[in-house]
């Protein structure tokens, strides 16, 4: 059977249950404050990633604009191209046909 000094000699070196009750509920504060430390971590990333979403929806709308601006552009760039040779072809045209008449009319054309 076991006497007194047995057991305060066991609990000397084992932990009794109050001992554990304090370590886990001192580990439970401590799983609690690392748990808060997290959800401001995650909460803070999550608003910087709704910022960014709306910054690159933004971005891809200026992007947008900026495509359908250059195909303004180019559209025109390639009509007029098409205006100008129609114009130079008629310009062609209308050298040779003054030549022609200058030849038959006897007029010397200085170059």
Do not use: C
């Not at 303004?72 to 114009?87: D, G, H, I, N, P």
């Amino acid at each position: 059977m076991l006497k007194d000094t047995d057991i305060k000699k066991l609990k000397a070196v084992f932990p009794t249950k109050k001992d554990i009750r304090g370590i886990v509920q001192q580990e439970l504060k401590g799983t609690d404050a690392r748990f808060d430390r997290i959800e401001t971590v995650v909460v803070s990333t999550n608003q910087h990633i709704s910022v960014l979403v709306s910054r690159i929806d933004s971005m891809e709308e200026t992007l947008e604009r900026l495509v359908q601006g250059v195909d303004k552009l180019v559209t025109e760039f390639q009509e007029l191209r098409r205006e100008y040779a129609a114009m130079s072809e008629q310009l062609t045209r209308h050298e040779r046909w003054i030549k022609q008449i200058a030849r038959k009319a006897g007029v010397v054309l200085a170059e």
